[in-house]
């Protein structure tokens, strides 16, 4: 790094000028509709500063929006409403339709149980020969009053 002897002395650079090639089309110059005032602002140090002042880019106003009316609040909130209803009545009718089959398939399932348990006790009741075994010969000999 080169460090001057001398921090005092200053350069003085000279602006270049640019040189600008002219357009195809004439340039028509255009004037503003007021002259802007020119300002002149004197620094701390002594200097002077002159140019024009830039005022600051106003948005534009925004509009008040109108307010929302009470029938168009009512109008969507019952909106949103009935398609609760809607959603809630598909829900029940689904909830509904599987007690149904529920229901259903639980006395289906009695009737086979059910009709089991009674076919266990004819066929077991005929194998066995009977529900009352009888001794016959005793029952003549008591009806025919033969003693033995």
């Given at each position: 790094m080169?460090?001057?002897?001398?921090?005092t002395?200053?350069?003085?650079?000279?602006?270049?000028?640019?040189?600008?090639?002219?357009?195809?089309?004439?340039l028509?110059?255009?004037?503003?509709?007021?002259?802007?005032?020119?300002?002149?602002?004197?620094?701390?140090?002594?200097?002077?500063?002159?140019?024009?002042?830039?005022?600051?880019?106003q948005?534009?106003?925004?509009?008040?929006?109108?307010?929302?009316?009470?029938?168009?609040?009512?109008?969507?909130?019952?909106?949103?409403?009935?398609?609760?209803?809607?959603?809630g009545?598909?829900?029940?009718?689904?909830?509904?339709?599987a007690?149904?089959?529920?229901?259903?398939?639980?006395?289906?399932?009695?009737?086979?149980?059910?009709?089991?348990?009674?076919?266990?006790?004819?066929?077991?009741a005929?194998?066995r020969?009977?529900?009352?075994?009888?001794?016959i010969?005793?029952?003549?000999f008591k009806?025919n009053?033969?003693?033995?």
């Amino acid at each position: 790094m080169n460090i001057p002897e001398h921090p005092t002395a200053v350069e003085v650079h000279q602006p270049q000028p640019v040189t600008v090639h002219p357009p195809a089309a004439p340039l028509t110059p255009v004037q503003p509709g007021s002259v802007p005032a020119v300002a002149s602002v004197i620094l701390p140090d002594g200097r002077v500063v002159t140019g024009y002042a830039v005022n600051p880019v106003q948005p534009e106003p925004v509009g008040t929006k109108p307010p929302v009316s009470r029938a168009a609040v009512n109008v969507a909130l019952g909106g949103v409403g009935f398609l609760a209803v809607c959603g809630g009545l598909l829900l029940l009718t689904s909830l509904i339709a599987a007690l149904t089959a529920f229901v259903t398939q639980l006395i289906t399932l009695a009737a086979v149980v059910f009709g089991g348990w009674i076919a266990v006790q004819v066929f077991s009741a005929s194998s066995r020969g009977g529900g009352t075994t009888v001794n016959i010969r005793k029952a003549v000999f008591k009806r025919n009053h033969f003693r033995g």
